[in-house]
Every structure is written in structure tokens, then in C-alpha cells.
């Protein structure tokens, strides 16, 4: 439905095509819109119930949400509501259904567009899904519901790891809220003694403004080891072997793994010959998607794609978490956006220029001791990060075997433990 105008201040909320993503409703993915009452009946015919699939018909087509609550949200363009029969077909089940090879095929070959493939209403209607028995319908959905459970729970324990570490951050080295209290003659907060005589308690004229007494202002290249490009080339996907990282693969401040390409173990050293990624690097987007970097976590075998590059903190107090804080916070990524170059197809960053640019660079003690906050944090990210992997690996092999009734059900129930 075209929306375009008719939005207020207030209201009901607008779901757009851009919140749909990883069978979730992003509502932080796009700016909040709203329309009136008025237009929510014109173009509703009534709120979202429980049981209820969303679907994109476009740019892109089919990605899915599965609806637990009734809402009274109204949806936007590129956008179908599918609303299963009553005691024909479970609503998770058909979410699930959706997300078959077959289906998806099905769906993929009903769609038609030159620049964009889109799906009618019409067409959506033929698609075919199966349709076992409801009782096996709802067994198979619990199991697969609850595997997609303890993955969302393990993505929001990561949130809530990640902005406690990026809170602290914020607070001594952005903010400098323990010079600042030091400098009233106060105590600094939520800090033993030992951790508040690293801070000093005045501020010094810098290049980068007012900055704790002592501090140092850098040049990235003189405080790590080194910063490498990556391939100006794709290799071969293979079916299995050492991962590519591509930009999709960077959320911002992490990696997401779930849609993976792979090279041949033939053709590795080719494409580390520049640099090898290892646990405690970090990497980041530097043209088209400009500013995401993310950590490699422990245990993953991979190297650079295009547009990706990579900095290995120093050896020597290198402080790797310490590092990439300070490359997600506001000051570095504003220093990002003055440096852009604006560009006729894409914007990039001057990779070259990159090593000059400055940081602040405390004094080792201080680093280190973040670093020891914040690595026990990020150690628990990683390792919820594997574990979802393994878990969504699971319900992908459990998927197609549930859905068609092949794998009986407390066999799949023991996988899933």
C-alpha cells in the first residue's frame, strides 16, 4: 500500500519491508512512521493477530516475521500479511513452511522483475506448502520455535554484554567521567582505588581538544602493528572450507555468520598472502559501507573480501578491545564522516590515509585495564556467537525433515537439548 504523505506524528505504527530481517521484526532498522487512526482503517482490515506471517514481495522477496501478539500496526509497501486457516494450518508451522528449499523455489519462480524480482498477490496465492496433519504441524513448530527461542536469547544477552562494555568505554575514555571527579576532589564511581589512580585529575589542549593530563594523541599506524587491504577480487565459492568475509557478514560492531561464502582450502594462501586474520584483529568496511568494524572472534579460519581491511593491534599492549572501542565511538566514526570521500557510484574511505589519523592513546596501565573488563565480556559474545551458529545450523538440518514428517519427534527434540 502507498503511504507516502499520509504519515503523522503519532498513531499507529507503519511496518516497512526494511524492519523484516532474520524472522524478526527489526523495529530499530528504519526511522519510526506513523499514521492516523483514519488511514490505519482505510488500509486495515483489522489489527495483526497472533499466529499471523509477514512477507516482503520485493527488494528483497520473501524475507519473514513470524507475528506472536496481536498489534495494531499498519503495514507499508512491499509488504502481505498471510493469515493461515483456522484448524487447517498453524501459523509457526507455515512461517517454517516458507522457509523450505522447495517452497522457496516455488515462490522464487512465481516472481517476475527486471531490475527487482517482486511476487502478486495472485501469484503468492499458488504457492505450494505442505500440509501434514495439525498435531504434527504444531510439534514440529514447537521444536523449531524453540531453537529460534534460545537463539534470540543469546543475540540479546550479546546486546546487553556489548553496551555494558561499550557504557564503560564511553564513560572513561569518551566522557572521562573519573577525571572529571577527581578533578571535584570526589571519588571516582564503581571503581576500586587501585583502577582511579590511573586516571589523572585535570585536562591538557590537544589535537583532539581537552583530553585527561598525560594522555597522548597518536597516529593509528604508530600504535598498532599494522593495517592491510584485503583482495581486490572474489574468489571461487566452494561448498565447504575457510570463510570469506564479505560486508554483509558486519553488523556494525560484530560479524554475522549466518550467510556465509566459503573458498577451497586450494586456494588459501592466495588470498592471505596479504594478511591472515587471527583472533583479536580487527576488521573493517572501508568503501560502499563505510565505518563497520567487528572483532574476529577465536576459532575463525577465514580472510579479507572486497572493500574489507584489517588492523592487527600491537604485540605489546596492544589492547585489542581497547583498540576497536575506540573505532565504534562517536569521536572516531565523526572523524570517519569528515574523511569520507564522496564518491559518483560509492563512498570511501582513503585506506591509505587511514594509518595518520589520530587516536588518543592513554597511558599502557590504563588500556589494559579496560582491556581486562572488557575481554571477559566480549569472550562470553564470541562464544554465545559459536553456539547460536551451531544452533541455527541445527534447526536448518531439522527444518525440511520436521516440516515433511520424516524425523519423528523425540528424536529431534533430544538434537535440539
Known amino acids: 500500500m502507498k503511504l507516502g504523505g499520509q504519515f503523522t506524528g503519532s498513531g499507529h505504527r507503519v511496518i ?18 506513523y499514521v492516523s487512526s483514519a488511514v490505519y482503517a482505510k488500509w486495515m482490515k ?18 519473514l516475521a513470524f507475528v506472536n501478539t496481536s498489534l495494531d500496526w499498519c503495514l507499508g509497501q512491499r509488504l502481505f500479511a498471510i493469515r493461515p486457516k483456522k484448524n487447517r494450518l498453524d501459523g509457526c508451522f507455515a512461517y517454517y513452511a516458507l522457509q523450505l528449499r522447495q517452497v522457496r523455489e516455488d515462490l522464487l519462480g512465481r516472481s517476475s522483475g527486471t531490475t527487482v524480482q517482486g511476487i502478486r498477490q495472485s501469484e503468492l496465492r499458488r504457492v505450494r506448502i505442505p500440509v501434514p496433519d495439525l498435531s504434527l504441524q504444531t510439534a514440529a513448530a514447537s521444536v523449531l520455535k524453540a531453537i529460534d527461542d534460545r537463539i534470540a536469547l543469546m543475540r540479546e544477552t ?42 589523572p585529575d585535570s ?19 604508530k600504535v598498532v602493528e599494522g593495517v592491510y587491504d584485503g583482495p581486490h577480487a572474489t574468489p571461487a565459492e566452494a561448498d565447504e572450507g575457510p570463510v570469506f568475509l564479505g560486508i554483509k557478514n558486519l553488523t556494525g560492531t560484530g560479524l554475522d555468520l549466518g550467510d556465509i561464502r566459503h573458498i ?30 567487528a572483532l574476529i572472534p577465536p576459532g ?40 569520507t570521500i564522496q564518491g559518483a557510484t560509492v563512498d570511501r574511505i582513503a585506506l591509505k590515509q587511514f594509518p595518520s589519523y589520530p587516536i588518543l592513546n592513554p597511558p599502557d596501565a590504563l588500556k589494559i585495564a579496560f582491556d581486562d573488563l572488557a575481554a571477559p565480556l ?17 534447526r536448518d538440518t ?15 527434540e533430544a538434537q535440539a537439548i
Request: aromatic residues 8%; neutral net charge; hydrophobic residues 45%.
Open 300 to 339: 575463525l579460519r577465514c580472510c579479507l573480501g572486497r572493500r574489507l581491511a584489517l588492523i592487527r593491534p600491537a604485540a605489546s599492549a596492544g589492547c585489542a578491545h581497547f583498540l576497536f572501542h575506540q573505532f565504534v565511538a562517536a569521536p572516531f566514526q565523526r572523524l570517519l564522516a569528515k574523511h
Open 46 to 63: 483489522g489489527p495483526l493477530l497472533p499466529g499471523d506471517v509477514l512477507m516482503t514481495s520485493e527488494a528483497p522477496l520473501g524475507e
Open 398 to 412: 531439522l527444518l525440511p525433515r520436521l516440516i515433511s514428517g520424516r524425523l519423528r519427534l523425540p528424536d529431534a
Open 264 to 293: 577451497a582450502e586450494s586456494d588459501w594462501a592466495q588470498w592471505t598472502r596479504r594478511v591472515s586474520p587471527r583472533a583479536g584483529d580487527i576488521v573493517f568496511s572501508y568503501e560502499a559501507t563505510l565505518g563497520f568494524f
Open 16 to 33: 516497512s519491508a526494511k524492519l523484516l530481517k532474520d524472522g524478526r521484526i527489526d523495529l530499530e532498522a528504519d526511522e519510526p512512521r
Open 203 to 221: 585536562f591538557e589542549e590537544s589535537a583532539l581538544g581537552l583530553v585527561p593530563q598525560g594522555w597522548r594523541v597518536n597516529q593509528i599506524g
Open 378 to 394: 566480549w569472550a562470553r559474545i564470541h562464544q554465545n556467537q559459536a553456539q547460536a551458529q551451531t544452533l541455527a545450523t541445527l
Open 158 to 199: 550479546n546486546a546487553t554484554l556489548e553496551a555494558i562494555a561499550q557504557a564503560l568505554f564511553k564513560s572513561w575514555i569518551v566522557d572521562f567521567d573519573p577525571v572529571r571527579a577527581k578533578q571535584q576532589g570526589l571519588a571516582p564511581a564503581g571503581m576500586d582505588e587501585a583502577t582511579a589512580a590511573l586516571f
